[in-house]
Nanobody, 122 residues
Framework: QVQLVESGGGLVQAGGSLRLSCAAL????????MGWYRQAPGKERELVAQ?????????????VYADSVKGRFTISRAGGRDTVYLQMDNLKSEDAGVYYC??????????WGQGTQVAVSS
């Protein structure tokens, strides 16, 4: 079992920035990917960004972003630690929703954080 601890959500004006963080604790399996999904009211959960572990980070195309956030959001990993960040700049109203940290492991398990709310005022 992996515990995911998220932080960093909140209310921001359009054009502003927020930084989300997620730490994966007590993982006994190797984490292959960490990422962020979001869910707006009445919509399905969607992938925002995903980043692999280890040397795979440097392979072209292995860091994935939703088209709607490319150029505004940046996902990164803390070196040598199972922590992932999502820097969100130039936020828009359509970015609002609950953001969930996601971890995938080598054994094929999929873990979710409890979610953190992002609200964007116009």
């Amino acid at each position: 079992q992996v515990q995911l601890v998220e932080s960093g959500g909140g209310l921001v004006q359009a054009g502003g920035s927020l930084r989300l963080s997620c730490a994966a604790l007590r993982s006994i399996d190797i984490i292959t990917h960490m990422g962020w999904y979001r869910q707006a009211p009445g919509k399905e959960r969607e992938l925002v960004a995903q980043i692999p572990s280890g040397s795979n980070i440097h392979r072209p195309g292995n860091i994935v972003y939703a088209d709607s956030v490319k150029g505004r959001f940046t996902i990164s990993r803390a070196g040598g630690r199972d922590t992932v960040y999502l820097q969100m700049d130039n936020l828009k109203s359509e970015d609002a929703g609950v953001y969930y940290c996601n971890v995938k492991t080598r054994r094929g398990a999929n873990y979710w954080g409890q979610g953190t709310q992002v609200a964007v005022s116009s």
